[in-house]
Structure formats: C-alpha cells, structure tokens
C-alpha cells in the first residue's frame, strides 16, 4: 500500500509514524511545500512546546474545544492525553506538568519533539519531500492521484494534513468538500481607549471578560499591552466568540470584570465595607489590583483619589461598583502583532467518518489536525487534537493495509 500525507506538521508526521510502526511494509511519502518539516511545531509555547494538557480541570470538553468537542471526545477513546503522554515519555522525551496543567518536555525545548519525531521518521524509513507543495488531489475508483506542481503520482490512500489556513483556498484542492469559512482565533484585541495604555504590562489575575449582549465570556490572567487586551482570558474569549467577533469586524464592546470572579452583589458588600474608612480611596483598596490600576480604575468611575471612603457617595459608589464588575471597552480590531495562532474552520466535521477521519464520499482521502474544522483554546489543546486525529487515522489506514 502507498500512502501519501500531505504536510509535514504535528498531525502529518505524527501519523506517519504511528503507521509505519504498525505496518512497516506500508509505503508512506510526505509532501510539505515549505523546505523543512514541523516549522510552526519548532515555534510552539515560544518554543517550549506545550504538547498537551492534563485535562485535569475541563469538566466540558467544549471548554476547551469550542469547535469539533464531541468528536475529540469519541477519538479520546482512541488516544486521548493520557495515552499522548505516555506516548512521548516512552520515546525518551521527559515531560513536565505545570501548576496550570499545561504538559511541556522537562528539556522546555520545542526543538526536542520535533527532533524525537525526525528521528522516528527517519527510523521507519518514511519519505518526506520538501519544497513540494500539493495543487490537487483526485479520487479515482481504486486510487487517488496527487500532483505538485512538478510530480503526479498514484497512492491508495491519502492524508491532508496541512493545517489551518487563513482562506478557504487552502483547500481548495480536495475534490468538492464542504470547508467551513475560516476566521482567526486565539488573538489579542486593540482597546480603542488610548488611557488603557498608560497601564501596559500589567497583570491581572482572575479577570472575567465578556463580549457585551452576549453569552461568550471567558476567565483568567488578563494581560493589559500597548494596544489592548491580551493575555489567557483573552485569548480564551477570542476563540469562544470567533465567529461572532468575525461577523462584526471585530468591533465590538468588551466587558471586563476586575474582581476575581465576585459578582456584583459581592463587589457591593466589599465596598460597603470600604466605605466605613476614614482612609482615602487612593490608598486604601482591594488588594489584587496595583496601585497603579486603581489610580486608573478611580478615575474611570470619576472619584478623586484624595476623597476619603466615608465621603463616598451612593452615586460615586454605583459608578465604581460598575467600572469594578463590568468595565466598558470599545474594540478598534483585533490585533494581528505576530498573527493568529490557529484556525477555526476547516474540513466540516460532517463530510467526515468519526471512526476513521475519512472523507465519506471519498473514503481514500482522510483528515487530521488544524486542516478539520476542531480547534481549542491555549494550554495544549490544539497539539492534542493534532497527536489524536493522526493517530487515529495511522490505526484506521493500517486496519485496510
Ligand atoms: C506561534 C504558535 C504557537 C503555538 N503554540 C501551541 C502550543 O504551545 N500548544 C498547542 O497545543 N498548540 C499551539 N499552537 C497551535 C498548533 O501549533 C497547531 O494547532 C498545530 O501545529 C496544528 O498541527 P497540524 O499538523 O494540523 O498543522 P501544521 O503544524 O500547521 O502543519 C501543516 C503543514 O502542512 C504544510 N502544507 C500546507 N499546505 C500544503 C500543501 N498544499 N502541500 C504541502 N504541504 C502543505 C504546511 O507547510 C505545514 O508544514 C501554536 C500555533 C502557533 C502559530
């Protein structure tokens, strides 16, 4: 059997070599049109690497997959976190679990998975073509036909495997499939409030952040930067309403609540309690937020920092109450500063068999990775969406060889 895999990514070499072990006889060809394998795979978690995520805390795998959740669920059956992290400690590779769940190699070196699975490649004797990058696909009766723009030649079965792509294009060679438009996710947003800038660097832990007249929120660190909104809770919101923040060209109003999670009842009660002070706003306030920030957050909610707390009126009080539990931003965009991190949209889930990750109306040509319409939020999860759909696919190939 020959078996072409198109691209070499996380999704395509990882398939590669989980089938070549299964089937050594199985011929496996790899076209990657860029001139070295596993580019981006190089550049993950700022080159660290954060291969997967142990789960521990998603309660609702739509949470972390806010497109494609209930087929990771059925393909976890298959090869899940636990079986990945497995996987990469019995190829030698010693991984590292952080406080926030996030798996990474103890080396922190991205350029060990990359190497550990060259190796492997190379060990299974699995050929890979560089500068060759894939025009078209055909599905004929007994085989697929894969030209560049050089080659064209025959295989029996074949793998996309190339990843996310900002326009449908990207696609566009796979034989009249459904490709779900894609939009950006996991971005930055600009803030079109220039006096946030004045607050660049700043940390806040436990923030809650919404897009305003909707459901989507997320919570986490917020990052404030030069130009906005950064950081895991946005990143997180970003992914959760892509579609949506797609739709109104990213143009919309950001709700941020500051309190670590508290409503606004409990946000109430802290400030009636403050308000018992003789003390003076500017100095006395909660504790999680900066000196800085609350200088800032005062003079939103038009209180001078030299009032003293017991001054405070029930009118200055509401509008702080406000600005504490649902801060008011307008967004100028997002922010493209070092691009997109991953796709949503891709291959609908619906063109494909859950069981085998094949085209249903061509079921010689399977998918995998970030090319399928899956996508997750930061902290490991799009890496194991790409180690599962491979996998599953080697086991799925390797089942007709
Ligand atoms: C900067 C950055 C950091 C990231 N960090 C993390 C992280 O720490 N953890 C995490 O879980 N996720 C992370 N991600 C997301 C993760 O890298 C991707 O979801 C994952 O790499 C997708 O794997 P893939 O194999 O589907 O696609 P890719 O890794 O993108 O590989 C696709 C390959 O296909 C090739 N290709 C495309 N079209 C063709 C064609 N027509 N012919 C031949 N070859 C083609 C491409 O050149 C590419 O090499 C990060 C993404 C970025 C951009």
């Known amino acids: 059997m020959r078996v072409a895999i198109i691209g070499a990514g996380a999704a395509g070499c990882f398939c590669a070599v989980v089938l070549k072990r299964l089937r050594p006889e199985v011929d496996v060809t790899i076209f990657e049109r860029a001139r070295r394998p596993m580019v981006k795979l190089a550049l993950t978690g700022g080159g660290r690497c954060n291969l997967t995520n142990t789960f521990d805390h998603v309660t609702d795998l739509a949470q972390a997959y806010p497109r494609g959740a209930r087929l990771m669920q059925r393909l976890f059956r298959q090869f899940g976190p636990e079986e990945t992290f497995r996987w990469w400690e019995e190829q030698g590779v010693r991984l590292v679990v952080q406080d926030d769940d996030c798996v990474f190699p ?29 025009t078209n696909v055909e599905n004929g009766n007994a085989s697929c036909l894969v030209r560049t723009e050089t080659t064209c030649e025959t295989f029996d079965r074949v793998l996309v495997a190339t990843g996310g792509s900002p326009r449908p294009s990207g696609l566009a060679f796979l034989p009249d499939t459904a490709i779900v438009a894609p939009v950006p996710s996991l971005f930055a947003m ?10 660049t660097g ?144 891709g291959v609908s889930l619906r063109e494909v068999d859950s069981a085998t990750l094949a085209l249903k109306h061509h079921p010689r040509i399977h998918l995998a990775g970030e090319a399928l319409d899956i996508d997750g939020i930061t902290g490991g999860f799009n890496l194991q969406a790409a180690w599962t759909t491979g996998y599953v696919v080697a086991h799925a190939i390797a089942r007709d060889a």
């Open 106 to 134: 103890a080396s922190q070196d991205a350029r060990e998975i990359v190497g550990t699975l060259l190796t492997a490649m190379r060990q299974a004797d699995v050929h890979l073509r560089t500068n060759a990058k894939v």
């Open 190 to 199: 600009n803030a079109g409030d220039e006096s946030l800038h004045a607050l």
């Open 202 to 345: 700043t940390v806040v832990e436990r923030c809650q952040i919404a897009v305003a007249g909707t459901k989507f929120r997320a919570e986490g660190t917020l990052l404030l930067t030069h130009f906005g909104f950064s950081g895991p809770a946005m990143l997180r919101l970003s992914s959760y309403a892509a579609r949506h923040l797609a739709g109104l060209d990213y143009r919309a109003t950001l709700l941020v609540n500051w309190m670590q999670g508290a409503n606004e009842e409990e946000v109430r009660r802290t400030l009636t309690t403050f308000r018992q002070s003789t003390k003076l706003t500017a100095n006395h306030h909660p504790l999680h937020l900066t000196s800085r920030h609350w200088l800032y957050l005062l003079t939103r909610a038009h209180v001078a920092p030299t009032q003293r707390w017991d001054a405070l009126n029930a009118k200055e009080a509401n509008r702080l109450l406000s600005v504490l539990t649902a801060d008011t931003y307008p967004t100028a965009g997002r922010c493209a500063y070092k691009g997109e991190f991953v796709t949503c949209g």
